[in-house]
């Protein structure tokens, strides 16, 4: 798992401070690093990030359609040709290794220490509702420090 100082680190660079540190931790736990599928708990903590990256995938679609609507570039279909652009996600990938996400992460056993980018793009998008989250839903903040 990530050190303090790489969470120093990372808030630095994204230019927002956690309030809820549990929250940046829990943005890079992979699904089934953590818990099990018993007690109602374990299976919260089985899952990981992925709630999380739910979440940001959600939020960096919208930001994605409203810059192309204020651009005036939304036109028929842009909302799926977003999404589509969007769910191949190389540049979060790439986002998420150059915050050293790849580094840093606390991973599924079965991995072996050898995960998949889409693990790091998760963990991107798992950021963005980290900070949507801890920021009490601030789009300004959230887009200030991941978009």
Same mark, same amino acid.
């Not at 005036?72 to 986002?95: D, H, P, V």
């Given at each position: =798992?990530?050190?303090?100082?790489?969470? &120093? *680190?990372? #808030?630095?660079?994204?230019?927002?401070?956690?309030? #809820?540190?549990?929250?940046?931790?829990?943005?890079?736990? /992979?699904?089934?690093? #953590?818990?099990? %599928?018993?007690? /109602?708990?374990?299976?919260?903590?089985? $899952?990981?990030?992925?709630?999380? /990256?739910?979440?940001?995938?959600?939020?960096?679609?919208?930001?994605?359609?409203?810059?192309?609507? *204020?651009?005036?570039?939304?036109? $028929?279909?842009? !909302? !799926?040709? @977003? *999404? %589509?652009?969007?769910?191949?996600?190389?540049?979060?990938? @790439?986002?998420?290794?150059?915050?050293? =996400?790849?580094?840093?992460? %606390?991973?599924?056993?079965? &991995?072996?220490?050898?995960?998949?980018?889409?693990?790091?793009?998760?963990?991107? +998008?798992?950021?963005?509702?980290?900070?949507? &989250?801890?920021?009490?839903?601030?789009?300004?903040? =959230?887009?200030?420090?991941? +978009?």
């Amino acid at each position: =798992m990530a050190s303090s100082a790489y969470f &120093q *680190w990372l #808030e630095a660079v994204i230019g927002y401070r956690f309030e #809820e540190s549990s929250l940046l931790e829990k943005a890079l736990t /992979a699904p089934g690093a #953590e818990g099990d %599928k018993g007690t /109602a708990e374990d299976r919260a903590r089985y $899952q990981g990030n992925r709630l999380l /990256a739910r979440l940001g995938k959600r939020l960096l679609l919208y930001l994605d359609v409203k810059r192309a609507f *204020w651009e005036g570039t939304l036109g $028929q279909g842009s !909302t !799926t040709n @977003a *999404w %589509k652009s969007e769910a191949n996600g190389n540049n979060y990938i @790439a986002r998420a290794v150059a915050l050293k =996400m790849d580094r840093n992460m %606390k991973l599924n056993p079965r &991995q072996r220490g050898i995960a998949e980018p889409r693990t790091f793009k998760e963990a991107f +998008y798992a950021l963005v509702g980290a900070v949507w &989250q801890d920021s009490g839903d601030d789009f300004t903040l =959230m887009k200030a420090a991941t +978009y």
